[in-house]
T-cell receptor
Framework: QKEVEQNSGPLSVPEGAIASLNCTYSDRGSQSFFWYRQYSGKSPELIMFIYSNGDKEDGRFTAQLNKASQYVSLLIRDSQPSDSATYLCAVKTSGGYQKVTFGTGTKLQVIP | DAGVIQSPRHEVTEMGQEVTLRCKPISGHNSLFWYRQTMMRGLELLIYFNNNVPIDDSGMPEDRFSAKMPNASFSTLKIQPSEPRDSAVYFC????????????FGDGTRLSIL
């Protein structure tokens, strides 16, 4: 089992719809969770981070964390063509050997 | 405010040559990370510094790779000798302190080894 898993996509949604991106992780003790957006040929850009169970909202973005089920999601409301990018989930593991592991990303396509 | 600054943006060199990538973290950030990104393997952590001290270099592929952080505002990643399989985009990132804080990435260096 990979430490951080994401569906590679592409996930296609129509403009104005809600895009739901999911990420599962294997380390039950993981503490910090990050979502990055990466446009083709560009560097990863931080969108949100979440530490506690529940929802965290920032504008059109909502991160949802469920530690019991070991998943973290990113919802994008009112999706725009400019949201088309690859979304990377990153998880900071717990324990003696701590590290941040990135998933391979989900490619999102917002169709006008 | 200036973000993470990397140089060069692009590097093309022949196999066997020494390659040096440079990074200036965001001022005030105490942690610095070097990543490599390829289509096949995604984003891989190579090495992580905290307060200029290497904390985790388990991702460094082999002895051909070395990284230094002589002061809080500068780091280098060196490959000697370079090989075609080292071709990738290399990112530097920094965070305020450690792994719990979000990381901010530079624009990357696109490295091609011929």
């Amino acid at each position: 089992q990979k430490e951080v898993e994401q569906n590679s996509g592409p996930l296609s949604v129509p403009e104005g719809a809600i895009a739901s991106l999911n990420c599962t992780y294997s380390d039950r003790g993981s503490q910090s969770f990050f979502w990055y957006r990466q446009y083709s040929g560009k560097s990863p850009e931080l969108i949100m981070f979440i530490y506690s169970n529940g929802d965290k909202e920032d504008g059109r973005f909502t991160a949802q964390l469920n530690k019991a089920s070991q998943y973290v999601s990113l919802l994008i409301r009112d999706s725009q063509p400019s949201d088309s990018a690859t979304y990377l989930c990153a998880v900071k593991t717990s324990g003696g050997y701590q590290k941040v592991t990135f998933g391979t990303g989900t490619k999102l396509q917002v169709i006008p | 405010d200036a973000g993470v600054i990397q140089s060069p943006r692009h590097e093309v060199t022949e196999m066997g040559q020494e390659v040096t990538l440079r990074c200036k973290p965001i001022s005030g950030h105490n942690s610095l990370f070097w990543y490599r990104q390829t289509m096949m393997r995604g984003l891989e952590l190579l090495i992580y510094f905290n307060n200029n001290v290497p904390i985790d270099d388990s991702g460094m592929p082999e002895d051909r790779f070395s990284a230094k952080m002589p002061n809080a505002s500068f780091s280098t990643l060196k490959i000697q000798p370079s090989e075609p399989r080292d071709s990738a985009v290399y990112f530097c990132a920094s965070s305020l302190q450690g792994l719990n804080q979000p990381q901010h990435f530079g624009d990357g260096t696109r490295l091609s080894i011929l």
